[in-house]
């Protein structure tokens, strides 16, 4: 059998009866040794031993090896015993070595978590946004590695995005199971060779090592071969369904599908990812909405928030005054000669501020609505702050006769403006110029967002649904989209390939035209130690596997929405 090569070893640790040095299973009085190999599941090698203390036996709770003759390291473990007598025989002790899956399927899944009170506590509660897969599967095996698992991750195959997992009160096998379950197409595989910990491979169809088996052949000692394909196990089409809400916060259902449209219902595989059908209870919507609108930013604010302004702006539809910049002063002339009388004006100049005079660290927008809602606040992440303009702005025209724009015209008529009229210069030629000043103070509302033009808001619910990722019915139809096969196969000791998990299996020169192409997954390999023949399980994991194509996929309530 060219899996291991005989004769085969076992050695222990320091301090026990089987020490740390390397025996044969002859020298150890090992007899009927089977090593399994599984498929998400624990591997074991079994073996009975005298119990007439001729040999040393493994402790329960010892580390175990085994190795074959090239000296690889082809199993190890953890040892449990039982005595074994019976009237008439020689008393045996029945030992069985568990690989580190049975550490996963001890060890608690535990998270860190911060309460209320910024609390910190480890919970039997570890949660895995949406994202992909094969992050998920590496991160969820280097936190049971952490807690003491004999596991360290190994090679992880390829995946895709998938919907979040919250496992609350899970051991690591059952959680690693269902990360499994989003891959129907994939196998685990132990590599227990090297001197550290061995390594847990994930390992799809596509890319396995294809194991072909050729019938009839001098090599071949293929014993028996009992193959089913599974037509119904592959879906025509899959649909996910999930629910979201649409700009006024009401739920509407969105569908992926992949495959073929116009496949029956039960070739058709649903996963509901999100929706009402998958809580029995959800919070009350509750809808409301709020029209909400804002001025412009910089100095034209007053247009907003001056009564006398904001009704001059409402007659005549703009605002073109200029504010007086700080230390600034304005001069005109009784007439254009050296020997004029000059008269000054220096108004207050512009301030647009806090009220307490500090600046604005960010851009703000007059607020028109009034009465906002607490909820429009804490939904759309709105500052609201209060803002204080202060101090004079100008129009000017040149001419005697030049009149004002009708804004200033109206303030004029409403006894508001300030008219400085002369020339420019003291000097022959100067023009006559006009200036019209108004002196406003008005405190108001800013907020951090601009809404130009009134929009109208809703109020955003309690809760939303889970949104699948775009691509994930596409990929769960590729994971899928391959004939399986469920069945065993044995071999004899002279059998030249023998798969085990993580390979796939097809058979040469069989009468079914399937079995060429069929790369069946292996569940599980059995192999006699002593005698070198093998049974074969082949088929998707027991672990993963699902009655009927609903059942294949399911998302928890626990993982329906969002808050």
Not at 117 to 130: A, I, M, N
Not at 230 to 246: I, M
Not at 299 to 324: C, E, K, L, R
Not at 500 to 528: H, M, Y
Request: charged share 20%; proline share 6%.
């Amino acid at each position: 059998m060219m899996i291991f090569t005989p004769p085969f070893s076992v050695s222990g640790e320091s301090g026990f009866a089987l020490a740390n040095q390397r025996l044969t299973f002859e020298l150890a009085q090992i007899e009927d040794a089977v090593l399994t190999l599984q498929s998400v599941g624990v591997g074991t090698l079994a073996f009975t031993q005298p119990a007439d203390g001729s040999a040393p036996v493994p402790d329960t709770n010892q580390k175990v090896h085994c190795f074959d003759a090239t000296g690889r390291r082809i199993f190890t473990g953890t040892a449990k015993r039982r005595l074994r007598w019976q009237r008439g025989e020689a008393a045996v002790w029945q030992v069985t070595i568990s690989d580190a899956w049975q550490d996963y399927e001890l060890i608690d899944l535990v998270g860190s978590v911060t309460d209320a009170d910024g609390v910190k506590s480890v919970r039997p509660l570890v949660k895995y946004e949406s994202g992909d897969l094969s992050e998920s599967i590496r991160d969820l095996l280097a936190r049971l590695q952490a807690l003491g698992a004999g596991l360290q991750p190994g090679e992880i195959a390829e995946t895709f995005n998938v919907l979040p997992m919250t496992f609350a009160k899970y051991t690591g096998a059952s959680a690693l199971a269902e990360m499994m379950q989003w891959i129907p197409d994939a196998m685990t595989q132990v590599d227990y060779s090297g001197t550290g910990l061995p390594r847990l491979n994930v390992r799809r169809r596509s890319q396995a090592e294809v194991v072909k088996v050729e019938l009839g052949t001098d090599l071949d000692d293929t014993l028996e071969i009992l193959l089913e394909d599974l037509p119904d196990d592959r879906p025509a089409k899959v649909e996910v369904q999930s629910a979201t809400r649409n700009d006024k916060q009401e739920i509407v259902f969105v569908t992926q599908v992949a495959g073929d449209k116009d496949a029956a219902a039960k070739a058709t595989q649903n996963l509901v990812a999100s929706g009402p059908e998958n809580n029995d209870v959800l919070p009350t919507d509750v809808y409301e909405n709020f029209v909400i609108q804002t001025g412009a930013a910089g100095f034209s604010q007053v247009a907003i928030s001056d009564n006398n302004v904001a009704g001059a702006v409402a007659a005549t539809s703009y605002f073109a005054m200029t504010p007086v910049p700080a230390s600034t002063s304005y001069t005109v002339w009784s007439t254009p000669s050296s020997g004029a009388t000059g008269t000054v004006y220096t108004p207050a100049p512009y301030k647009f501020s806090r009220p307490d005079g500090t600046a604005f660290g960010y851009p703000v927008f007059p607020l028109l609505s009034e009465s906002i809602p607490d909820w429009l606040v804490s939904d759309y992440d709105l500052l609201i702050e209060d803002a204080l303009i202060s101090g004079t702005f100008y129009e000017t025209k040149d001419g005697t006769t030049a009149d004002p724009s009708a804004m200033v015209a109206y303030l004029k008529d409403q006894g508001l403006i300030y008219l400085l009229q002369g020339y420019s210069d003291n000097t022959s030629g100067a023009p006559y110029r006009k200036y019209w000043f108004y002196t406003a103070v008005a405190q108001f509302k800013v907020i951090n967002l601009e809404y130009a033009v009134a929009q109208t808001l809703y109020r955003k619910q309690d809760f939303d649904f889970i949104f699948p990722p775009a691509d994930l019915a596409d990929n769960l139809f590729a994971a899928q989209n391959f004939l399986p096969f469920k069945g065993s196969a044995s071999f004899g000791p002279r059998a030249p390939l023998v798969p085990i998990p993580g390979q796939v299996l097809s058979v040469l020169n069989s009468p079914n035209a399937l079995w060429p192409t069929a790369r069946a997954l292996v569940e599980s390999t059995e192999i006699d130690l002593v005698r070198l023949s093998a049974e074969v399980t082949l088929g998707v994991p027991s672990r993963t596997a699902a009655s009927t194509l609903i059942d294949r996929f399911r998302s928890a309530s626990r993982d329906n929405i969002a808050t």
